[in-house]
T-cell receptor, first 114, second 112 residues
């Protein structure tokens, strides 16, 4: 089955700097790659997603890039703010039509230092 | 729309007890999922359903059962609770196969 590796496990950046989180996946048939943000004690919230027919997608300060050949994708957050502090999860899905759920990475704890 | 709702929010079980975790969505989504999240880990798929009457196993189905009699409801059953089932359980739903999944608030379960 699919395996998703996520790095780093913890990332500390100064407020205003950029943060980058990287994920790799193993199943070349995966074609859907969402990113979720989870605050302590809360549910995962979808923040951005990308499909395999697209190389990059942006939404204000957040962007995701995908390299299908290398089987890796990354989350970029620019001009970080204190409210960006959370755990971020990448995931991969879409194999066999995508009905059978997502495979998640283990998460990155992003800490924004004031 | 309430989205995806789950009950209860918290539960403590004794080893060997059984319980049902409830999940309901009001978005008319065909696809529904149960995940568990252990401390410091990502989410792992327990069971999923592509529509009423159709369910299938995910990555970690042992010790659990599901049913899907309606589009809205997707309960998860634990028959003989074990300490290894201590976790946070999230239900999710999706309009599209391989599309965005929206999560409920979770149920925090402790088995002692």
């Amino acid at each position: 089955g699919e395996n998703v590796e996520q790095h780093p496990s913890t990332l500390s950046v100064q407020e205003g700097d950029s943060a980058v989180i990287k994920c790799t996946y193993s199943d070349s048939a995966s074609n859907y790659f969402p990113w979720y943000k989870q605050e302590l004690g809360k549910r995962p919230q979808l923040i951005i997603d990308i499909r395999s027919n697209v190389g990059e997608k942006k939404d204000q300060r957040i962007a995701v890039t995908l390299n299908k050949t290398a089987k890796h994708f990354s989350l970029h957050i620019t001009e970080t703010q204190p409210e960006d502090s959370a755990v971020y999860f990448c995931a991969a899905g879409g194999v066999r039509g995508g009905a059978d759920g997502l495979t998640f990475g283990k998460g990155t704890h992003l800490i924004i230092q004031p | 729309n309430a989205g995806v709702t789950q009950t209860p929010k918290f539960r403590i079980l004794k080893i060997g007890q059984s319980m049902t975790l409830q999940c309901t969505q009001d978005m008319n989504h065909n696809y529904m999922y149960w995940y568990r999240q252990d401390p410091g880990m990502g989410l792992k798929l327990i069971y999923y359903s592509v529509g009423a009457g159709i369910t299938d196993k995910g990555e970690v189905p042992n010790g659990y059962n599901v049913s899907r009699s309606t589009t809205e409801d997707f309960p998860l059953r634990l028959e003989l609770a074990a300490p290894s089932q201590t976790s946070v359980y999230f239900c999710a739903s999706s309009q599209l196969a391989g599309g965005p999944q929206f999560f409920g608030p979770g149920t925090r379960l402790t088995v002692l």
